[in-house]
């Protein structure tokens, strides 16, 4: 049984409709270690609800390719994540205390450094016992 990932982050983001209005629509969202996670948002003294959504969204880092297109505007900070199959998410959050943006960006850069050790440590193993199964061959021609 694994661990539950280790929470960043947690507040609100609005992210903009993929639909013809493209309506800004508050989400509650999660970042943690292996990504993030967008709740439903229930305006309840303007703060987010603490029960998890079951129709939550996740955007896994491994399906992030990057944080894109920052824009400052009238107190806001717009930012797009655009995911490896290249669709691109549209969030604005307030401008004031460290962005959203910046903390999903070296959230992602810190997965991706930690999948490239995870792939070198694999091959390097896989290769030292490659070399290892050869040598035992070897000696017992």
């Known amino acids: 049984m694994s661990l539950p990932p280790k929470v960043m982050r947690d507040g609100v983001l609005e992210k903009r409709s993929s ?3 493209q309506l ?3 989400k509650r969202c999660v970042l943690t270690e292996d990504g993030l996670r967008l709740h439903r948002y229930k ?4 703060a987010p609800t603490s029960a998890p959504s079951s129709k939550a969204k996740d955007l896994p880092f491994a399906h992030m390719a990057t944080v894109d297109c920052v824009e400052y505007k009238r107190g806001l900070v717009y ?3 655009v995911l490896t199959s290249g669709k691109e998410i549209d ?3 307030a401008q004031e205390g460290t962005a959203w943006n ?3 960006a070296l959230a992602l850069v810190r997965y991706k ?3 490239a050790v995870l792939t070198g440590r694999n091959k390097h193993l896989s290769t030292k016992s490659q ?3 050869n040598s035992a061959c070897k000696s017992e021609l």
């Open 19 to 21: 639909g013809l209005l």
């Open 24 to 26: 800004w629509k508050k």
């Open 43 to 46: 305006a309840h003294n303007d």
């Open 79 to 81: 930012f797009t994540v």
């Open 91 to 93: 969030f604005r959050c």
């Open 102 to 104: 910046a903390e999903i």
């Open 113 to 115: 450094n930690l999948q």
């Open 131 to 133: 070399m290892l199964l």
